[in-house]
């Protein structure tokens, strides 16, 4: 038990060593253009205070579109759960709404603490709380993982096709890796995915009688987890399947172009501006941190510099935007699921509902 808390402590360390890294760098590099612009307009440098700037840019905000993004985000988690909730059905469970609501924001809320940590805690509770089988649980995450896959992709060729001049324009102007270690860390992906999935087809080969205890514990939840898979593909309906997709990533993608209304310097911004600040913006999520944190911020201020939005300013909306979505949603709804789910499944983990 010490070892595996050891484990997690420093996984949470490393995660946070790395956002905080990302996150001081970007600051060092934004208290020095801040300091170069007050030198230009003649104020003195104790009054120029990059905090203070961010500080009363955030409280600039207009309160009305930060409600407005909240809703957004919650609009899409209760899609997600409701998704979820479609996808146990062929696999025999019949799970309540609020408990797939509960276990989807409280995997949210730990993924605050570690990347991926989020899917554990998410299929641990609805097992712990619907009986759901862990193989099972795992199996319809990571078919909402490749749908999720499937739907940014889409938003980034969307991207790519209405704004293709001007993200071409930021590629040719900051590509700092070598198109040669892009090709070689492919290269070593496929080797790898290729090694895993020969790995796993002769473990599923292997007679249960000439495997040792871990080896045949992990060939179950292999084939637990395929079965899995193989079963959410009987769905009742899955045109409403796919409507429920495309309305959690247009709600993703709402939620960063309706918090320009917020701060007045992006509030000029377009539509189509917005898709590709959030493709940035989710790539920053999808970096290894605490909910993006570092990646996040240095992505959206990338971003609008595609649109000659001051970095200072595109680091005040990356503040504005984190706080409302990832601090402020994640933490409080997460923390209300964790605080729920026993009071309302009191009766489940007593047995009296048995």
């Known amino acids: 038990m010490a070892t595996k808390n050891l484990k997690i402590v420093l996984q949470v360390g490393i995660f946070a060593l ?18 170069e612009e007050c030198r230009l307009n003649n104020i003195p440098p104790e009054e120029c205070s990059l905090v203070k700037r961010l500080a009363g840019d955030f409280r600039s905000a207009d309160p009305f579109w930060l ?12 899609l997600r759960s409701v998704r979820w ?5 062929p696999l025999g469970y019949s799970i309540s709404q609020f408990n797939s609501f509960a276990s989807v924001m409280s995997g949210y809320f730990a993924n605050l ?33 490749v749908v999720d896959v499937l739907m940014f992709f889409i ?44 790995f796993i087809n002769n473990l599923l080969k292997t007679n249960d009688d000439q495997l040792s205890k871990w080896p045949l514990k992990l060939k179950s939840l292999i084939k637990g987890f395929l ?31 309706l918090a320009f209304f917020s701060f007045k310097p ?31 911020h240095f992505m959206i201020v990338e971003a609008l510099k595609i649109f000659d939005v001051n970095a200072i300013d595109g680091m005040s909306f990356a503040m504005i935007t984190f706080f409302t979505l990832t601090i402020f949603c994640t933490v409080l709804f997460g923390i209300i699921s964790l605080v729920l789910l026993p009071i309302v499944n009191k009766k489940r983990i007593n047995g009296s509902d048995e």
């Not at 790395?18 to 300091?35: A, P």
């Not at 909730?85 to 059905?89: G, I, P």
């Not at 590629?171 to 270690?181: G, L, S, W």
């Open 18 to 35: 790395i956002g905080f890294t990302i996150l001081y760098f970007l600051w060092q590099s934004l208290g020095n253009q801040y300091m």
């Open 67 to 78: 409600i407005i993004i909240s809703i957004c985000f919650l609009v899409s988690q209760i």
């Open 85 to 89: 909730v479609m996808m146990l059905q």
């Open 113 to 145: 603490a570690a990347p991926r940590l989020g899917e554990i805690v998410r299929a641990g509770l609805i097992t712990k709380y619907e009986r759901v089988a862990i193989e099972k649980a795992f199996a319809t995450i990571v078919v909402e993982r």
């Open 155 to 198: 938003m980034i060729v969307l991207g790519l096709i209405f704004r293709y001049d001007q993200l071409w324009g930021y590629i040719a102007k900051n590509a700092v890796i070598p198109y040669t270690a892009i090709i070689i860390l492919l290269v070593a992906l496929a080797l790898g995915a290729i090694v895993g999935l020969y």
């Open 227 to 257: 079965e899995g898979l193989a079963q959410t593909r009987n769905m009742k309906n899955v045109g409403l399947f796919w409507t429920y997709s495309v309305g959690i990533w247009s709600m993703y993608y709402l939620m960063h172009y």
């Open 266 to 296: 992006v509030a000029h911004l377009a539509p189509l501006d917005g898709l590709l600040v959030f493709d940035f913006g989710t790539l920053g999520i999808l970096f290894p941190s605490q909910g993006g944190l570092g990646s996040y």
